[in-house]
């Protein structure tokens, strides 16, 4: 029941190390297209950067659909109480 979320994460994270290997889609863009002088790759220049940039775009991505989800599901009953209370 496990393996389509580990499969999907780990495509993620490939898909995220192609974009900014030397040659990848965002490098090219910013060598190329922004004039950009990029010594080496940053994936291994920066390797806690590159980390906390994934995270940021994967973990808020599914945050939000789950966030969404359960936000969602508050019944309207419990909203009609809270703004009686005068909950913001």
């Given at each position: 029941?496990?393996?389509?979320?580990?499969?999907?994460?780990?495509?993620?994270?490939?898909?995220?190390?192609?974009?900014l290997i030397?040659?990848?889609?965002?490098?090219?863009?910013?060598?190329?297209?922004?004039?950009?002088?990029?010594v080496g790759?940053?994936?291994?220049?920066?390797?806690?950067?590159?980390?906390?940039?994934?995270?940021?775009?994967?973990?808020?991505?599914?945050?939000?659909?789950?966030?969404?989800?359960?936000?969602?599901?508050?019944?309207?009953?419990?909203?009609?109480?809270?703004?009686l209370d005068?909950?913001?």
């Open positions: 029941m496990y393996l389509p979320g580990a499969i999907s994460a780990f495509m993620m994270a490939v898909l995220y190390q192609q974009m030397k040659g990848g889609v965002i490098v090219t863009f910013l060598t190329e297209t922004l004039g950009v002088n990029l790759p940053p994936l291994t220049e920066n390797a806690l950067l590159m980390i906390i940039i994934f995270d940021i775009w994967i973990g808020l991505g599914g945050s939000i659909v789950i966030w969404l989800g359960a936000m969602g599901r508050i019944p309207n009953d419990i909203l009609e109480y809270g703004s005068g909950v913001g």
